[in-house]
């Protein structure tokens, strides 16, 4: 692996384990039925769904109502019986999704050991799961919020659409404008990739715990326009273009105040940043 892959997988894909609480140990929940049923509205019946935390199955059941099929990933155990209720027809993976590459999601799914299937045979699979672009509707936790918008970025060849929930902040940063003092690396990168629209706040007293912050969900839509500059003859040769532009843009934020070819870097827009960091030229129509 290239040395700049390395540290894009370091630095913004492998968080901390220690960080990352489970629903057991502090996840904050979303109880609010009103709020789950607009959630919910993002499916429709013919999409294949990755839940990220399925939890108690509150949104999982919603979910699966309304979709073709649900993917529902959860590290812990304790709750994979109690998701498998609420599934009509889908799979329950005991693993970390961010620990999972979506173009290779079906060969994971055949090969791994901790996966509930439920209501369609094996043989299935392979149309629901092989090199297809998956609908991403989670509420996750907001801890891992960096860390999965960068594993969106770099595999947003198979996203036809991501809806989470996030802290409120961290949506601001995302949809930060150039100039701004919210604008960093990570609103660059995620305004090339995607079409980012926040739908609603949510106030802290609608999870249990009560956290100390709002969450925002939001909508990303992957700009396919921009995804063609980086099409290649294989997969691994895009992301590791894409991992070389997401090395390269917070490289130069690193001095966000600084010049760069006669411009401040916090002054950049995403498309100056890709052409700074390329040489090619974003004609737009």
Known sequence: MPDYLKRVAELY?????????????????LNDRKILERISQFASSEDVIIEIGGGEGNLTELLSSRSRFIITFEIDQRYVSEISKKIIKGIIVLADFLEVNLHKL?????????????????????????HKKFKIISNIPFNISSH??????????????????????????????????????????????????????IP???????????????????????????S??????????????????YEIFRGRKKLYCNKRVYKMSPEEIFENATGKKIIKP
């Open 13 to 29: 894909l492998k968080p901390i384990r220690s960080q990352i609480h489970r629903k057991s140990l502090g996840q904050h929940t």
């Open 106 to 130: 079906y060969d994971y799914i055949t090969q791994h050991q901790q996966v509930f299937i439920k209501g369609v045979k094996e043989e299935e699979l392979k149309d629901l799961l092989y």
């Open 148 to 201: 999965l918008i960068h594993k969106l970025i770099l595999e947003s060849f198979f996203v036809e659409s991501v809806h989470i929930l996030i802290q409120k902040e961290f949506a601001k940063k995302l949809v930060a404008q150039p100039g701004s003092d919210l604008y960093s690396a990570i609103s660059s990168l995620t305004q090339f990739f995607y079409r980012i629209k926040i739908e609603f706040d």
């Open 204 to 230: 802290p007293w609608k999870f249990t715990p009560k956290p100390k912050v709002w969450g925002s969900f939001i909508s990303l839509y992957p700009k396919s326009e921009n995804l063609e500059l980086f």
């Open 232 to 249: 290649a003859q294989s997969i691994n040769q895009s992301i590791t273009a894409i991992a070389k532009f997401i090395n390269f843009t």
